[in-house]
């Protein structure tokens, strides 16, 4: 359980970081795959920014959490 909480959560603060940077308007990437009509952020979104912050942290918590005391038996 504590393996896929530390992948869920490295892949949590991965997309947290760029989302953040993104929202920011530090970073800009071409959308890759787009399913309807799909523009590119033009400069900062808070939006982006907020979501970043949340999954970023989210992810942080989960790697606190797999990395956190381990119980001997």
């Known amino acids: 359980m504590r393996r896929i909480a530390l992948m ?9 970081g760029l989302w953040l940077l993104q929202g920011l308007g ?6 890759i795959l787009c399913f309807a009509n799909c523009a590119p952020v033009q400069g900062p979104s808070s939006t982006w920014a907020t979501v970043g912050v949340v999954v970023l942290a989210a992810g942080v918590l989960a790697i ?8 001997r038996r």
């Open 8 to 16: 869920v959560g490295v892949l949590g603060v991965l997309l947290g």
């Open 26 to 31: 530090i970073v800009r990437v071409r959308p």
């Open 64 to 71: 606190l959490y797999a990395r956190g005391r381990r119980t």
